[in-house]
């Protein structure tokens, strides 16, 4: 429900020695954790509006939090115009801190335009924020990303299209420019996910994606192949009268949870191992069951996971010192 909040990385390492990852905090019953960044106090968050702007936010100014408390509303941090909302937030940590010319922000909008800029580009900070890109009347932007050159893209359209192509088609342009085609699109559709694609042999992505009456699947990103950019794109998931407009499309792994989100504000919190894999030329198994005149309205990988990952990790190296210098820690609550 867009609130934001900060806590101390050691309260992870003492809730995983006496809790669980996802109490980490305090959300109504339907709401959930969608992000979550490990960053230092002085690393960058750039937040991305639905309206191509871009605002800054340094770690330490986000408002700190106990693991019982919500944080803050987003959107009270920053001069939004009427209708305009952050939809994405990244963390520029570590090398990506000093805004190196060789990252990029890579963009995508609704009418299929992509766009790449370098990341030095954004090393002035303005409160007011500034245009990351130029929309043109009725579009928006849709996502966003750290790239390093070496990715590729691929977008999808809510009529069960997909385009993977490399990032390195699309050159490099300035903060004001409006991009190029990323995408063809037939009248009436639209672009409803930008992806990034990461290789990866040992726990492999697949594309999850989700229909308007509940229906939806997985399918290995190598059946993705690569093409072009600015073509209509290849068959996502069939459209058909019994699934409807295509929702939602993200990458997951096999050891992910979801949420499914309905118009009417029903959730329903799945794990993507009990979900098929299937070809991309195929329409999907039931992901939700809908009531009379209810829609699927989205699809969101559930961040909880991570925080459990980051607990055992830190609690590992906390182990590996204290094995080192013969001490044996007891376990903190």
């Known amino acids: 429900t867009g609130y934001i909040k900060s806590q101390p990385l050691s309260e992870y390492r003492a809730q995983k020695r006496g809790g669980r990852g996802k109490q980490a905090t305090a959300t109504k019953e339907d709401d959930w954790i969608d992000q979550l960044f490990i960053a230092n106090t002085h690393d960058y968050l750039l937040c991305f509006s639905n309206r191509g702007r871009l605002y800054w936010l340094k770690v330490w100014e986000v408002p700190a939090g106990s693991r ?53 580009e954004f090393n002035n900070p303005r409160k007011a924020g500034i245009i990351a890109v ?94 072009g950019r600015g073509t209509k794109g290849m068959i996502a998931i069939q459209q058909s009268e019994r699934n409807g407009k295509v929702v939602a499309a993200t990458l997951v792994r096999a050891d992910d949870e979801i949420m499914l989100i309905t118009d009417k504000g029903v959730l329903v919190r799945t794990r993507v191992s009990e979900i098929r894999e299937l070809g991309r030329a195929t329409q999907g198994v039931t992901l939700i069951a809908l009531d009379d005149g209810s829609q699927l309205s989205g699809l969101q990988r559930i961040a909880e996971n991570d925080a459990q990952a980051v607990a055992e990790e830190t609690e590992a190296e906390a182990g590996d010192t204290s094995a080192a210098d013969g001490s044996d820690a007891a376990p903190q609550a």
């Not at 019982?68 to 509303?73: A, N, Q, T």
């Not at 987003?74 to 090398?95: D, H, R, S, W, Y």
């Open 134 to 227: 130029n929309l043109d009347d009725g579009d928006y932007l849709i996502g966003a990303a750290l790239t390093d050159g070496a990715h590729d893209v691929m977008l999808f359209s809510d009529g069960g299209k997909a385009v993977r192509f490399d990032e390195n088609d699309v050159r490099p342009l300035g903060r004001q420019a409006r991009g190029v085609r990323g995408m063809m699109l037939e009248e009436g559709q639209s672009v409803i996910a930008m992806l990034v694609a990461e290789d990866s042999d040992t726990n492999p992505q697949s594309v999850l994606t989700a229909t308007q009456h509940g229906y939806g699947k997985r399918t290995s990103i190598s059946e993705y192949t690569r093409h």
């Open 68 to 120: 019982g408390s919500r944080g803050r509303p987003i959107v009270n941090m920053f001069p939004l115009q009427e209708g305009e909302k952050i939809n994405v937030v990244l963390a520029l940590t570590g090398e990506m801190r000093s805004f190196p010319e060789d990252r990029y922000v890579f963009m995508g909008t609704s009418m299929g335009t992509v766009k790449k800029t370098a990341l030095n």
